[in-house]
């Protein structure tokens, strides 16, 4: 059973929206932290947001800072990237991740803080 599934991912048009939704199956493991990547054709994967979920503290990239926020529901393991004003240079695989034993570090992600992650969720945005 794949532990963290995304969703919502389309194409859209330059200054349109888009929610993302990370489920995450249940079971026993405590995670701490929820983060949000993506991955753009000949590019390094790229950390975007993340949630500490015994906090509630986020952080959020400069690229992205304003116009994409992370939220979710403990209860529920469900996340979400709400993103909005898309560019072009938006286009990536989306992929959401939890990591265990720590909250999100400020000022970036860290690939390797996280345990667990998605297939990742196609991104378009045409101009």
């Known amino acids: 059973q794949v532990p963290l599934v995304e969703s919502g991912g389309s194409l859209v048009q330059s200054g349109e929206s888009l929610n993302l939704t990370c489920t995450v199956s249940?079971?026993?493991?405590?995670?701490?932290?929820i983060g949000w990547f993506r991955q753009a054709p000949g590019r390094a994967r790229e950390g975007v947001s993340c949630?500490?979920?015994?906090?509630?503290?986020?952080y959020t990239a400069d690229s992205v800072k304003g116009r994409f926020t992370i939220s979710g529901d403990n209860a529920k393991n469900t996340w979400v990237l709400q993103m909005n004003s898309l560019q072009p240079e938006g286009t990536a695989v989306y992929l959401c991740?939890?990591?265990?034993?720590?909250?999100?570090?400020?000022?970036?992600?860290?690939?390797?803080?996280?345990?667990?992650w998605g297939q990742g969720t196609q991104v378009t945005v045409s101009t």
């Open positions: 949630l500490s979920l015994g906090t509630g503290s986020t």
């Open positions: 991740a939890r990591g265990f034993g720590r909250w999100c570090r400020s000022g970036y992600l860290v690939d390797g803080d996280y345990g667990d």
């Open positions: 249940p079971d026993t493991l405590n995670y701490h932290s």
